[in-house]
C-alpha cells in the first residue's frame, strides 16, 4: 500500500484500533495502524487506522452498519422507545430547513412522535490543496477536511436546535421531543441505511423547486430516497406557502387501477387521518385510454366512498397526451396542495430505464410530494 495514498478513517486505543483493522480487513480493505504521534508516542492519545482513499466509501458504511464505536453522544438523549415511534427530519441548514422543521414538528405533535434531526456532510474523497499567492501548493489530509465538516456541521445543528427551542418556548411550535444525528457520507445512502435499521413513520425531507432545469434534479438526494425507501417519504419543495399540513385543503391521489393502490390508500389514511380535513381527488396516472381511465376512476371513488364516507372524495381523468403537462393542467386547475403517490421496488434496471411515476412527479411538480411504499409482487 503506497504511503501517499493513505487516509485515517478513525483514531482509537490501540485494542480498539486492532478491532476495527480485523472488522474491515474481514470485508476486504487492506489496514495500517500507525501511531498519531510518531515521533513522541508516548503522548500520542491513540493509534491512527489507515486504509486506502480509494477504499474510503465501503469502509465508511461499513462502520456505519456495524455501528461501530457509537458514543454516547450519537445517541438520541430522547432515543425513541421503539423504531417505529419517531419522524426522520433531514436537514442541510439551509434557510429551508427550518420549513421542514415547521411540517414535521406539527405532524409529529398530532401523532404523538418524536423526531430526530439528521443530518448528512460529505467530505469529498482526495486532499484539498490551498495556496498563498504564487507560493508552493500545501496539501491537506483528508481527515483534516473530515473533522473540520465535522466541526462545522455540529455548530450549524446546534444553531438550529436553539432556534427551534426558543419557537417551542415562544408558542410558535408545537412541544416535541427531538434529538440530533451527524453522520458523514453520501447523503441518500445514509439517509436509507439508517430509515432501514431504525424506521421512522414517515421521513419528511425538502427538495429543490419546479424552477431548477431537470438536468439539475436527476441527482436529488429526494429522488434516491423516495426510490428506495421502505417508509412513507414526503418531499417538500421550497414554493410551499403552508407549514402545517392541515391546510392543505386539497389533495389529489394517483392511482394506476392496481389493487395494492386500494391497500396503500388505506395506509396513507391511517397516516394523515387526523391530518386530513382536505377533499380527495383522485386521477389517473395513464394518459392513454381516457374512457376507461373514467370508468375505472368512478369505480375506485365508489369504493373508497363506501369505507371512508365522511371525506369528500371526487375524480379528474387527467387530459391525455403527455403526462407531464396533464399533471401540471390538473395541479393548476383543481388548485392542488399535495399529491400522494404509491411506489412499489423494482430492480437496478428497471429504475435506471424506467423512472418510478413518483420521482416523475417530483421533478415536474412544485407541490409536496407523498410517497407510499408497497412491495413489488
Known amino acids: 500500500m503506497s504511503e501517499s495514498k493513505l487516509v485515517t478513517i478513525a483514531i482509537h486505543t490501540y485494542e480498539k484500533a486492532q478491532i476495527l483493522k480485523t472488522l474491515l480487513e474481514s470485508?476486504?480493505?487492506?489496514?495500517?495502524?500507525?501511531?498519531?504521534?510518531?515521533?513522541?508516542?508516548?503522548?500520542?492519545?491513540?493509534?491512527?487506522?489507515?486504509?486506502k482513499e480509494t477504499d474510503l466509501p465501503k469502509a465508511l458504511r461499513i462502520i456505519e452498519d456495524n455501528k461501530w464505536?457509537?458514543?454516547?453522544?450519537?445517541?438520541?438523549?430522547?432515543?425513541?422507545?421503539?423504531?417505529?415511534?419517531?419522524?426522520?427530519?433531514?436537514?442541510?441548514?439551509?434557510?429551508?430547513?427550518?420549513?421542514?422543521?415547521?411540517?414535521?414538528?406539527?405532524?409529529?405533535?398530532?401523532?404523538g412522535?418524536?423526531?430526530?434531526?439528521?443530518?448528512?456532510?460529505?467530505?469529498?474523497?482526495?486532499?484539498?490543496?490551498?495556496?498563498?499567492?504564487?507560493?508552493?501548493?500545501?496539501?491537506?489530509?483528508?481527515?483534516?477536511n473530515l473533522s473540520k465538516e465535522l466541526a462545522k456541521a455540529n455548530r450549524q445543528m446546534s444553531k438550529l436546535k436553539k432556534e427551534l427551542r426558543e419557537r417551542v418556548a415562544a408558542g410558535e411550535l408545537p412541544e416535541v421531543k427531538f434529538t440530533s444525528i451527524i453522520r458523514n457520507g453520501t447523503p441518500e445512502d445514509v439517509i436509507l441505511s439508517y430509515?432501514?435499521?431504525?424506521?421512522?413513520?414517515?421521513?419528511?425531507?425538502?427538495?429543490?423547486?419546479?424552477?431548477?432545469?431537470?438536468?439539475?434534479?436527476?441527482?436529488?438526494?429526494?429522488?434516491?430516497?423516495?426510490?428506495?425507501?421502505?417508509?412513507?417519504?414526503?418531499?417538500?419543495p421550497e414554493e410551499v406557502p403552508f407549514n402545517d399540513l392541515k391546510k392543505a385543503d386539497r389533495v389529489a391521489v394517483a392511482t394506476s387501477f392496481d389493487q395494492r393502490d386500494m391497500v396503500l390508500f388505506d395506509s396513507f389514511m391511517e397516516l394523515l387521518g387526523s391530518h386530513i380535513n382536505a377533499s380527495?381527488?383522485?386521477?389517473?396516472?395513464?394518459?392513454?385510454?381516457?374512457?376507461?381511465?373514467?370508468?375505472?376512476?368512478?369505480?375506485?371513488?365508489?369504493?373508497?366512498?363506501?369505507?371512508?364516507?365522511?371525506?369528500?372524495i371526487s375524480?379528474?381523468?387527467?387530459?391525455?397526451?403527455?403526462?407531464?403537462?396533464?399533471?401540471?393542467?390538473?395541479?393548476?386547475?383543481?388548485?392542488?396542495?399535495?399529491?400522494?403517490?404509491?411506489?412499489?421496488?423494482?430492480?437496478?434496471?428497471?429504475?435506471?430505464?424506467?423512472?418510478?411515476?413518483?420521482?416523475?412527479?417530483l421533478f415536474h411538480a412544485g407541490t409536496p410530494l407523498l410517497v407510499m411504499h408497497g412491495k413489488r409482487s
Open 27 to 51: 470485508e476486504g480493505i487492506e489496514t495500517q495502524l500507525h501511531n498519531v504521534n510518531q515521533i513522541q508516542p508516548v503522548v500520542s492519545a491513540g493509534v491512527r487506522v489507515r486504509i
Open 69 to 111: 464505536d457509537q458514543e454516547e453522544k450519537d445517541v438520541p438523549e430522547e432515543k425513541p422507545s421503539h423504531p417505529s415511534d419517531y419522524v426522520l427530519i433531514p436537514v442541510d441548514f439551509s434557510e429551508y430547513s427550518m420549513k421542514i422543521c415547521e411540517l414535521g414538528f406539527n405532524f409529529a405533535h398530532r401523532k
Open 113 to 144: 412522535l418524536n423526531v430526530v434531526l439528521f443530518h448528512v456532510h460529505f467530505t469529498p474523497i482526495g486532499s484539498a490543496f490551498f495556496s498563498i499567492g504564487d507560493a508552493a501548493m500545501f496539501q491537506v489530509p483528508v481527515e483534516t
Open 195 to 236: 430509515s432501514r435499521r431504525h424506521p421512522p413513520v414517515i421521513i419528511i425531507m425538502g427538495t429543490r423547486g419546479k424552477s431548477r432545469k431537470d438536468s439539475d434534479l436527476i441527482g436529488s438526494v429526494a429522488a434516491e430516497v423516495i426510490d428506495s425507501s421502505r417508509v412513507p417519504v414526503l418531499v417538500i
Open 280 to 312: 380527495i381527488r383522485l386521477f389517473n396516472i395513464s394518459t392513454s385510454t381516457p374512457e376507461w381511465n373514467e370508468v375505472q376512476l368512478k369505480a375506485i371513488q365508489e369504493y373508497y366512498k363506501h369505507y371512508y364516507p365522511n371525506i369528500d
Open 315 to 361: 375524480y379528474n381523468p387527467l387530459d391525455p397526451g403527455d403526462f407531464s403537462l396533464a399533471l401540471e393542467k390538473f395541479i393548476r386547475m383543481e388548485d392542488i396542495d399535495m399529491i400522494v403517490v404509491n411506489t412499489y421496488r423494482r430492480n437496478f434496471f428497471s429504475q435506471f430505464f424506467n423512472p418510478s411515476m413518483a420521482r416523475r412527479m
